[in-house]
T-cell receptor, first 111, second 112 residues
Framework: GGIITQTPKFLIGQEGQKLTLKCQQN?????MYWYRQDSGKGLRLIYY???????QKGDLSEGYDASREKKSSFSLTVTSAQKNEMAVFLC??????????FGPGTRLTVL | GEQVEQRPPHLSVREGDSAVITCTYT??????FFWYKQEPGASLQLLMK?????EINEGQGFTVLLNKKDKRLSLNLTAAHPGDSAAYFC???????????FGLGTTLQVQP
């Protein structure tokens, strides 16, 4: 078994601020993902990475940067937080195109 | 092409009743399907994975049916209990891409 950890659990930022979310997995999975979950809109893929230093854009990459520093970690940066933005950011990992396992999430609030 | 339509968005049943959630898709190149469960405040938990060669998969208290001809995937809870109250999401992977395409989810409430 393995585990995915996300930090922080709650993130409160100011409008225009640059905010970074972190994700670690010990499954030894090659692929990692960042999703945004909004109420009523399901999950939307922001970025994914199939190996260390690789980066692939998802459907919602505008306004975000990502970095796969090493195989076990994948970070996401909100480049300029938008006022009244509230969402849950979920990190996931998989081995190839097999099932994805999800972390507990980071809940973002922008004041 | 890419979308997955999931119905119903909300479902309320009594304990012991059955509950059915359905997803339809249009892309004929969909090979892998998944059902995830998300309890309030928690993350997504994998319930079942289904490959295109499999038509029926059974889990603990639920059955997943894949109708390839109609491009329909369903999750059938046979005798729901309050612990089944959660949001359920279907998802699919196409071809050799690693992108999961999710349905919008179904919020299931099981009344005691």
């Amino acid at each position: 078994g393995g585990i995915i950890t996300q930090t922080p659990k709650f993130l409160i930022g100011q409008e225009g601020q640059k905010l970074t979310l972190k994700c670690q997995q010990n499954f030894n999975h090659d692929t990692m993902y960042w999703y945004r979950q909004d109420s009523g809109k399901g999950l939307r893929l922001i970025y994914y990475s199939i190996t260390e230093n690789d980066l692939q854009k998802g459907d919602l990459s505008e306004g975000y940067d990502a970095s796969r520093e090493k195989k076990s970690s994948f970070s996401l940066t909100v480049t300029s937080a938008q006022k009244n933005e509230m969402a849950v950011f979920l990190c996931a990992s998989s081995m190839g195109i097999a099932e994805q396992f999800f972390g507990p999430g980071t809940r973002l609030t922008v004041l | 092409g890419e979308q997955v339509e999931q119905r119903p968005p909300h479902l309320s049943v009594r304990e012991g009743d059955s509950a059915v959630i359905t997803c339809t898709y249009t892309d004929p190149n969909s090979y892998y399907f998944f059902w995830y469960k998300q309890e309030p405040g928690a993350s997504l938990q994998l319930l079942m994975k289904v490959f295109s060669s499999t038509e029926i998969n059974e889990g603990q208290g639920f059955t997943v049916l894949l109708n390839k001809k109609d491009k329909r995937l369903s999750l059938n809870l046979t005798a729901a209990h309050p612990g089944d109250s959660a949001a359920y999401f279907c998802a699919r992977i196409t071809g050799n891409t690693r992108k999961l395409i999710f349905g919008l989810g179904t919020t299931l409430q099981v009344q005691p």
